[in-house]
């Protein structure tokens, strides 16, 4: 171990095969967890045995925030961010006044309400809203194919909360009813924040479950795109 391999190019004569079945050979070592590669430095040995870990894997973000197929989202609210409005430090210090906000309810194909959310995108995207009742698809994914927006990177975080006054009564629960409440960040080229959704649940109707299979680890550099 702390040894260096040879590079590329020894390692493409020295075995007789091309550039790009050495570099996959030494993707798969760095995810396998024996190589470390360092730009300006090579290819570092840090372990001689594999480490297999337990990953999960995502084939489309439906898979991580899937409603009721009978399920609506129906608009309650639309317009900007205001100047008074206070929100969670979990949605990031990346969004602005200039935002605009959409409030609503997602509800059962009999009306009964199981979740609040509340939609923030940038300004350019504001005419989204006026679809929303419409189709019953995510609306990240409806960005996307309404401006050509390229989903990177999404972020989910799940937090305890409580719901109180107006939020309570549209959700037709008691006034300080435990909830769980779910802060996803979606990210386009670049790395730009597009949007972001607050969604609140009454703890007793949400559920989150994952399943991970035994896998060699996941490499760092990692990420979903369209």
């Not at 960005?143 to 037709?172: F, H, P, Q």
């Not at 435990?178 to 996803?184: D, G, I």
């Not at 979606?186 to 649940?201: D, P, Q």
Request: glycine content about 10%.
């Amino acid at each position: 171990m702390g040894t260096l391999l040879p590079g590329e190019l020894d390692l493409i004569g020295r075995y007789g095969t091309s550039r790009h079945t050495v570099r996959e050979a030494l993707r798969v070592l760095e995810d396998m967890g024996i190589v470390k590669r360092e730009r300006g430095r090579g290819t570092l040995v840090i372990s001689t045995e594999a480490r297999p870990a337990f990953v999960q894997s995502v084939k489309d973000p439906r898979e991580l925030f899937s409603y009721p197929k009978n399920s609506k989202f129906r608009v309650l609210s639309e317009g900007k961010i205001g100047d008074n409005d206070v929100w969670p430090s979990k949605m990031g210090s990346d969004i602005s006044e200039q935002w605009a906000r959409i409030s609503g309810l997602r509800t059962l194909s009999d009306g009964r309400p199981f979740c609040w959310t509340d939609v923030f995108v940038l300004p350019a995207y504001a005419d989204i809203a006026e679809q929303l009742d419409v189709r019953g698809a995510p609306v990240y994914e409806q960005i996307a194919e309404k401006y050509g927006e390229t989903v990177e990177k999404i972020s989910l975080e799940i937090c305890a909360g409580l719901l109180t006054g107006s939020r309570a009564d549209a959700l037709e629960v008691p006034d300080g009813t435990p909830s769980l409440v779910l802060y996803r960040r979606y990210c386009g080229n670049g790395g730009r924040l597009f949007e972001v959704s607050v969604t609140e649940h009454p703890a007793d109707t949400f559920s989150y479950a994952l399943e991970f299979n035994r896998g060699w680890q996941a490499a760092e550099h990692w990420s979903w795109s369209k």
